[in-house]
C-alpha cells in the first residue's frame, strides 16, 4: 500500500490560483494511477481528476477542465493539482488517492492522504 500527504492548501480569493502536492512513500509509485478528490461540507467526495504513470493519460471533472491541471514527477514520487482561475465552489477538502494499475478512471481509489483545506472566498 501507498501512503500519501498532502499540501498547499490555503484560502485564496476567487480568480486566484494554488498548487496543491501529494507526496507519496511506500509501495512503487510507478504502479499506481494518482488521483485528486474533493469533498465539500454536507457532500459526498467527488473526482477532480486522475493521472496515469507515464503522463500520456489524464482525465478532469468537468467542473474543473480548462481550470486545473494534474501532473506527477516519478522521480520525487509526488502529484500536483494546479488550480487557477478559482472559484467559491471549489471550497472543499482536497485529497490524494491512489489507485493501482495504468487504467485513469474515476473510481477505484483508496490509500488517502489527510487531505488538505482550499478556502476560496468571494
Known amino acids: 500500500q501507498v501512503q500519501l500527504v498532502e499540501s498547499g492548501g490555503g484560502l485564496v480569493q476567487a480568480g486566484g490560483s494554488l498548487r496543491l502536492s501529494c507526496a507519496a512513500s511506500?509501495?512503487?509509485?510507478?504502479?499506481?494511477?494518482m488521483g485528486w478528490f474533493r469533498q465539500a461540507p454536507g457532500k459526498e467526495r467527488e473526482f477532480v481528476a486522475a493521472?496515469?504513470?507515464?503522463?500520456?493519460?489524464?482525465n478532469y471533472a468537468d467542473s474543473v477542465k480548462g481550470r486545473f491541471t494534474i501532473s506527477r514527477d516519478n522521480a520525487k514520487n509526488t502529484v500536483y493539482l494546479q488550480m487557477n482561475s478559482l472559484k467559491p465552489e471549489d471550497t472543499a477538502v482536497y485529497y490524494c488517492?491512489?489507485?493501482?494499475?495504468?487504467?485513469?478512471?474515476?473510481?477505484?481509489?483508496?490509500?488517502w492522504g489527510q487531505g488538505t483545506q482550499v478556502t476560496v472566498s468571494s
Open positions: 511506500g509501495r512503487a509509485f510507478s504502479n499506481y494511477v
Open positions: 488517492g491512489a489507485k493501482y494499475g495504468v487504467v485513469v478512471t474515476t473510481s477505484g481509489f483508496g490509500s
Open positions: 493521472i496515469n504513470w507515464s503522463r500520456s493519460r489524464t
